[in-house]
């Protein structure tokens, strides 16, 4: 069952408009009954950036299927399909909540599903189909300028820079549950609490792989970052590293994605939808 408070299935239906939800939103503000950054933030998403996605898509059609501007060409791996088959306990979890409710949450969609298939490298027209294919709200003018250029970096015509994060940030944002909103939990309560991997551990077979992917992700694209005046800081972080460690890292990071198994049994026909 879809979270009741989820909005983007009827919008994307044609059951609510957007200007119809953003007026809810102001009156409700302006009654008391919601706060004013709760009120802000969601007309922002209706107005600012749904509807600006929409005009994305048009501008970009029909070459943003393709895009892929990292040349990432790993296939997408069993676990979209069978979550048990990933030891990543936030992967597992929101993958878990796309397969039972056909919906997760958006930081669950960008910064665990999306951080992970950008960071190893996952095929963004196979990682699009899944998401298409998947979720509930899914309709490809919303759907892949998400997936594609906001969450996998597969095209720059409208983001700046890749979203990327560690198990450091997954580990903060732990408190969110993986089917929307709801009590923030306590902390050590999120996936990480419940995982077999270390969050602070950068290498080897107990640290957490988004660690290792991370610095891995930026070593291996650090020539085209660099030039990004907003990835270069961060990109620098990498020469605190020795030799050593960072072919530690690199070695953690391969071992990770050689044991994916890809997925071979299912296609996904764009023009059907
Ligand atoms: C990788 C990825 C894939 C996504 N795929 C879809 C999709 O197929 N269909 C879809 O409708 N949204 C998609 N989104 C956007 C967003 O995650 C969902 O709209 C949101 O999670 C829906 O839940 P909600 O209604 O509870 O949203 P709330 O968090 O309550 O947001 C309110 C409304 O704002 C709008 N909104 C918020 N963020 C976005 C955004 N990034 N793009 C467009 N509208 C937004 C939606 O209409 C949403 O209903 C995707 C985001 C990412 C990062």
């Not at 899944?130 to 409208?158: I, Q, R």
């Not at 820079?161 to 732990?174: E, G, I, T, W």
């Not at 270069?232 to 690199?250: F, M, N, Q, T």
């Not at 990071?253 to 296609?267: E, F, I, K, M, P």
């Amino acid at each position: 069952m879809l979270n009741s408070n989820t909005y983007s299935t009827p919008l994307n239906l044609g059951l609510l408009r957007p200007d119809e939800v953003a007026r809810a939103a102001v009156e409700a503000y302006e009654r008391g009954a919601v706060s004013l950054a709760s009120a802000e933030g969601f007309v922002r998403q209706v107005i600012g950036w749904r509807e600006f996605i929409r005009g994305v898509y048009w501008k970009l059609m029909p070459g943003l299927r393709t895009a892929n501007l990292l040349e990432a060409h790993r296939p997408l791996p069993d676990f979209f399909w069978n979550p048990e088959a990933t030891d990543l306990q936030c992967l597992r979890e929101a993958v878990g909540s796309v397969r039972e409710t056909a919906y997760t949450h958006h930081i669950n969609r960008l910064m665990i599903i999306g951080n992970y298939a950008t960071m190893t490298g996952l095929d963004p027209r196979a990682v699009s189909h899944w998401f298409w294919a998947a979720f509930a709200d899914a309709y490809e003018w919303v759907e892949l300028p998400n997936v594609v250029g906001m969450a996998l970096f597969g095209t720059d015509a409208f983001t700046t820079r890749p979203y990327l994060a560690s198990a450091a940030y997954v580990k903060r944002m732990s408190g969110l549950s993986a089917k929307g909103r709801g009590p923030v939990a306590a902390k050590n309560e999120g996936p990480c609490a419940r995982c077999r991997f270390d969050p602070d551990q950068r290498t080897g077979p107990d640290a957490c792989p988004l660690n290792a992917l991370y610095w891995n992700f930026l070593d291996q694209h650090r020539a085209r970052l660099e030039r990004n005046v907003r990835m270069r800081p961060i990109v620098r972080g990498l020469d605190r590293y020795s030799a050593d460690e960072l072919a530690a890292i690199r070695r953690t990071a391969r071992d990770h994605v050689n044991g994916l198994r890809s997925t071979t049994d299912w296609a996904f026909d764009e023009d059907a939808g």
